[in-house]
């Protein structure tokens, strides 16, 4: 019994070493099968004495026949590929060419029906941002018309407790539209790496110390509405040995380890504890970094999602009392960063919360 279909096999590969079934091969037996007919019935008219205009013409007539049925095979697929080709230039992505053929057609016909793949995703991937990013600004901005329709109707008081609740909602603004610009800047390319070599310990301390800061200040400009913030998770630093060092971009290192940190904080159970870790990689100046927490965790089948743009994980509500969430950009944006490095960033077995793994080459050694 077959195991299944046998896999296809790529553009330009031969048959055993030869194509038997390629444009090539077949123009080639159209010539041959051409040239047999009319030497057959040359012979023919020797032998039983037939007038030789009688023979050409059975001759043209026969191979007339032999190139339409050819050329009908060629021209076929080719009128197909062109339909689906206009079908595609006016964005229906849906149509495919059928791939039923072993010569150049056929691998034409797998090219193009890749490219139709590739263009479907990219237009549903434009689709799912756009209602993304529209979702995301809805919230904050009806939350500040809200606030300025009530101050200029009467309803409330242009008090510091209303331009607070104000300033929270431009904040909130702000901090989507400046992650949406970095996360444009790293998909073209135009954010350059500044790789310098650096001491892993102040440096994280400083990244954590400002995260601490950070809170501080949401704290008190929470205070007036009663809204309840993350003050209350400790963040615990853990660098071995002490004097370790690194190479990689500090500031692009900055927003891999703040959005870590950021959405571990989101995640945690009041009173946590959030560890930031950092170990010597495989290569000289590389960086392990560790990011854990003690909230509900990841599931395992969502592991390969939580870098992707907008994605909260099967988590929809962050495990501490009067979180938003965020916009669901700050992994995506620590991916990229992460990638920017030729490093790697992915979530990693934890008996508890969760683990979030990042590796950075450094300086490979060249073998000798």
Known sequence: MSDGPAPRRGPGE?????????????????????????????????????ELRFIMVFSMIATLLVT?????????????????ARSISQGDYTRRVKENRRDELGDLAETINLMADELEAQDQQRKELVA????????????????????????AEADPET??????????????????LDLSRLDNGVVPLRLRRFEVWP????????????ASARRGMASGSGSHTRTDVHLHLDVSP????????????????????????????AHGRVTVKARRGAYPESLELEVLDEGPGIPKSEWHKVFERFNRGAVRRPHGPG????????????RWA?????????????????????????????PS
């Open 163 to 180: 331009m607070r609740t104000a300033l929270k909602q431009t904040e909130r603004l702000g901090r989507l539209v400046e992650t949406l």
């Open 132 to 155: 993304n990013v529209s979702h995301e600004l809805r919230t904050p901005i009806a939350g500040l018309r809200a606030v300025l329709e009530n101050v200029v109707d009467g309803i």
């Open 323 to 334: 979180s938003d969430g965020g916009t669901g950009l700050g992994l995506a944006i620590a």
């Open 14 to 50: 031969p048959w055993g070493g030869v194509r038997p079934f390629s444009i090539k091969t077949k123009l080639g037996a159209l010539v041959v099968i051409a040239v047999l007919i009319t030497t057959g019935l040359s012979v023919n008219a020797v032998r039983y004495q037939t």
């Open 203 to 214: 440096y994280l301390s400083g990244v954590l110390k400002e995260a601490n800061m950070v």
């Open 68 to 84: 339409q049925f050819v050329a009908h095979s060629l021209t076929a697929p080719l009128d197909e590929m062109n339909t689906v």
């Open 338 to 366: 992460v990638d920017l490095h030729g490093g790697h960033i992915g979530v990693a077995e934890s008996d508890r919360g969760c683990r979030i793994l990042v590796t950075l080459p450094g300086q490979p050694s060249v």
């Open 242 to 269: 002490p004097e370790l060092t690194a190479h990689a971009d500090p500031e692009r290192l900055h927003q891999v380890v703040a959005n870590l940190i950021d959405n571990a904080i989101k995640h945690s159970p």
